[in-house]
């Protein structure tokens, strides 16, 4: 702001107020005038003679009037409010800002203090820790993997025993503080029409659904040459890339012919966004306890 700008808006704001208590005293001045004639009215006239009397504002009203003119000024002796003059508190918001933080952190250090003595499986058992992880859960994860943590097509399910990337707490920390890329590349134009239906069978069977065997038989030689350098020559994946277990019955896609083929033609690229920005280490080590505990049932809620 320009000083330009501060003279102007500390003279308007002044002069403002100024205006409402000359006009306040004038007011009144009348109300000793007006007092001794009783008689004046607006000079409406209802009725043929219901009149409007110009009365003065009750005392106790025009005191309120001038205790809000004096409030005003010293509330802007006090706090910023006259163009750049911060006032006599100095107060800003930032720095309320600041302290409050500082406070809650200090009343939180101890909390986390001993949070952070305890590992991943001790701490999944521990009820206090494990309401705090549900609560940094529902703000920071719930969009995304839902409120119960069962996933949604392209969102990883935290509650089973599978997992693209491993359910150690070291992985499920790693998940969590650098995030995660899954990249399955697109195989239409390498396999056309035919290779697709085929490796789709082949999938399908795989997982335990019933397929024309030949067609999954045609698919079984374009897996072992195009698939399994990620997902395994068995198709169990490999959490090095993230590339799920093809033989069970779990997906993060779907396992229908259409949502198959929709994976295998197009490719899929699942991103879990890095979380060291958003949570302090505290946090993401409740936080993993949290996720650990979920799909270790003996533990934790
Ligand atoms: C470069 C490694 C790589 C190769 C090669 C690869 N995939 Fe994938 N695949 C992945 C990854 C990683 C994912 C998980 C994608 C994600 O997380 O978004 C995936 C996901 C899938 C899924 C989805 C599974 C689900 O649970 O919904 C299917 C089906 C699949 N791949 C089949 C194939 C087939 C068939 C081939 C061979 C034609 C193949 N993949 C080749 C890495 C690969
Ligand atoms: C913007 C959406 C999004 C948010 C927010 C998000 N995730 Fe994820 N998360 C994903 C996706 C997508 C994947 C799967 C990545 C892939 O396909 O490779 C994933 C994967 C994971 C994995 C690995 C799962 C496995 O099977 O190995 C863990 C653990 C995880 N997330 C935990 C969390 C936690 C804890 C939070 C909250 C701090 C969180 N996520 C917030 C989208 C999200």
């Known amino acids: ?42 000079g409406h006239v209802w009725d043929g003679d219901l009149c409007e009397y110009n009365n003065p504002l009750p005392r106790w009203w025009m005191v309120l009037f001038f205790i809000t003119v004096i409030f005003a000024l010293i509330y802007l002796a006090l706090y910023p409010g006259l163009g750049r003059f911060v006032g006599l508190y100095k107060w800003d918001q930032e720095s309320q800002y600041e302290n409050e933080v500082e406070q809650m952190e200090a009343r939180y250090a101890d909390i986390y203090n001993r949070f952070n003595k305890l590992d991943v499986a001790a701490l999944a058992q521990d009820d206090e820790a494990m309401k705090t992880g549900h609560r940094l859960y529902v703000n920071n994860c719930a969009t995304c993997h839902g409120s119960d943590a069962r996933g949604a097509p392209g969102f990883p399910n935290l509650r089973d025993s599978e997992w693209l990337y491993g359910g150690t707490p070291e992985a499920i920390r790693q998940s969590i503080t650098n995030g995660r890329t899954g990249i399955m590349t697109a195989w239409g134009a390498i396999l056309g029409e035919d290779g697709i239906k085929s490796v789709v ?64 033609v197009n ?18 080590h409740v936080l993993t306890a949290y996720i650990y505990s979920l799909s270790h049932q003996s533990a934790g809620q």
């Not at 899929?268 to 505290?282: F, I, W």
């Open 267 to 284: 490719g899929r690229n699942g991103k879990m966004p890095a979380h060291k920005d958003l949570l302090n280490s505290d946090k993401i």
């Open 1 to 42: 702001m320009s000083s330009g700008w501060n003279w102007f808006i500390v003279i308007i704001t002044l002069f403002n107020i100024a205006a409402v208590w000359w006009l306040l005293r004038h007011y009144a001045k009348r109300r000793k005038a007006a007092s001794k004639d009783s008689s004046d009215t607006t």
């Open 201 to 264: 069978a082949y999938v399908q069977q795989m997982s335990g659904q019933s397929v024309d065997s030949e067609l999954a038989a045609a698919g079984q030689k374009q897996f072992a040459t195009y698939c399994f350098a990620c997902h395994g020559a068995d198709g169990k994946g490999n959490p090095l890339f993230g590339a799920p277990d093809l033989t069970n019955d779990i997906w993060l896609y779907g396992g229908s012919t259409e949502a198959i083929t929709e994976t295998v």
